[in-house]
């Protein structure tokens, strides 16, 4: 469980759910430091979302686990929807901010430790790069079976990430680079995130391209049945059972 | 001498210089972080200069040392305006930008090792809370006594600075009175800028209340003449001698 000082992300938000300023600060592993952006795009309307991410709630159904909720940005609005939504993140302040914000469903737990004994849902989303939250292919594999036993036959994995490669910054083809040499994939980053006085512990964010996810679901009870393509690199993956 | 990893702050500069997106990240050796606000501060034209900044424009005489010129935001004004002006900053980068933004003398050397060798002036500016560069009491008053010997005998400091208890932030007041624990001043800050891979080591930077200055300055050949006031406790104090 994280500590209270180790909430930086919750702090964050709960800070601009207070009208403060805040800005979220991520530090790599190889002291590469930069802001992440505002805690505003946490709370973003969907009218302002982008347009892949519109286009990914039309194939969300029935009850939702909403992984990693941050804010309650996705789950929010789909809660409004009639959707019953289950929110799960592992920052305690950043739920206490789903819940003042009317999310009925909040689940504290880390991602990676999620199984059929939270539910069986319909839905699960890993919205905003979420897919990331797997950490490692290894773990992402495995995740991804477990996934299996808490989904509906008929269930959908709806999961946003983004190519590493599509950058030409040298600090992260260099970054890129230092992670294949210690045998890691290019995108698993070793991140953690800083506000103010707080810091989560480091961990590892996995970003992938349509080739890795395709790599990934390999041997997994999924495939994927639609790309939506966003900017950047960026595009959601829409995955159903085999 | 900076090494080319240290030099953050020349870094920040010179991106936004370039026309790239710049923030600048400010770290406290409490593990405190925050973001300083964008790189543009430093290149802000007159025009947009907050009042007491314009105002102590006038108080301005002769030839000039502007100690961490940074950009070169006041040196390339006064130069303009006529005046012979030095920039003196730790930063290569730094000073690449001055040069690059035409400004004719630069010196590339820490605040601190600044001596009547670099020359004799009628202004010493410390704009941008740049009193901050003496680090502490003691260094701060030794380096007064040897502006004197920097300066003509009409000469001035203009001395930028801001009251580090003007702040009902807990997280600032919590450091204060961690400082006076350790038998600092409440606000000499240890800190270093970071940006991007680059980062600085750690410094002292002093900020000091109208009364702390004047308690610095008793015993060196250096009066207040005149305060010119700002917001949040910032203000200017004209040093003339006695």
Same mark, same amino acid.
């Given at each position: 469980?994280?500590?209270?000082?180790?909430?930086?992300?919750?702090?964050?938000?709960?800070?601009?759910h207070?009208?403060?300023?805040?800005?979220?600060?991520?530090?790599?592993?190889?002291?590469f430091?930069?802001?992440?952006?505002?805690?505003?795009?946490?709370?973003?309307?969907?009218?302002?979302?982008?347009?892949?991410n519109?286009?990914?709630?039309?194939?969300?159904?029935?009850?939702?686990l909403?992984?990693?909720?941050?804010?309650?940005?996705?789950?929010?609005?789909?809660?409004?929807?009639?959707?019953?939504?289950?929110?799960?993140d592992?920052?305690?302040?950043?739920? !206490?901010?789903?819940? #003042?914000?009317? /999310? @009925?469903? +909040?689940?504290?737990?880390?991602?990676?430790? $999620?199984?059929?004994?939270? &539910?069986?849902?319909?839905?699960?989303?890993?919205?905003?790069?979420?897919?990331?939250?797997?950490?490692?292919?290894?773990?992402?594999?495995?995740?991804?079976?477990?996934?299996r036993?808490?989904?509906?036959?008929?269930?959908?994995?709806?999961?946003?990430?983004?190519?590493?490669?599509?950058?030409?910054?040298?600090?992260?083809?260099?970054?890129?680079?230092?992670?294949?040499?210690?045998?890691?994939?290019?995108?698993q980053?070793?991140?953690r995130?800083?506000?103010?006085?707080?810091?989560?512990?480091?961990?590892?964010?996995?970003i992938?391209? !349509?080739?890795?996810? #395709?790599?990934? /679901? @390999?041997? +997994?009870?999924?495939?994927?049945?639609?790309? $939506?393509?966003?900017?950047? &690199?960026?595009?959601?993956?829409?995955?159903?059972?085999?």
């Amino acid at each position: 469980m994280l500590k209270d000082e180790e909430d930086a992300y919750g702090q964050l938000v709960y800070a601009y759910h207070r009208k403060e300023e805040a800005v979220e600060i991520v530090e790599r592993d190889d002291g590469f430091i930069d802001v992440a952006g505002g805690a505003k795009g946490y709370f973003t309307p969907y009218e302002e979302w982008p347009a892949w991410n519109q286009e990914a709630m039309k194939y969300v159904r029935g009850t939702v686990l909403d992984v990693g909720s941050g804010a309650g940005r996705v789950a929010l609005y789909l809660q409004e929807r009639g959707h019953d939504v289950w929110g799960v993140d592992n920052s305690p302040m950043a739920l !206490k901010v789903c819940k #003042e914000r009317g /999310l @009925r469903h +909040t689940i504290l737990m880390p991602a990676t430790q $999620l199984s059929s004994r939270v &539910g069986i849902f319909d839905t699960i989303l890993m919205m905003g790069n979420n897919f990331g939250l797997f950490g490692n292919p290894r773990r992402a594999r495995w995740m991804l079976r477990r996934f299996r036993n808490m989904t509906t036959p008929e269930g959908r994995i709806i999961a946003e990430t983004r190519d590493a490669l599509e950058t030409d910054k040298p600090e992260h083809l260099w970054y890129h680079e230092f992670n294949r040499n210690r045998g890691r994939m290019p995108g698993q980053l070793r991140i953690r995130v800083r506000f103010k006085k707080y810091a989560t512990p480091w961990f590892d964010y996995l970003i992938v391209s !349509k080739d890795e996810m #395709e790599e990934i /679901l @390999r041997g +997994t009870p999924w495939r994927v049945h639609r790309y $939506l393509d966003g900017e950047g &690199g960026i595009y959601i993956a829409v995955l159903e059972k085999v």
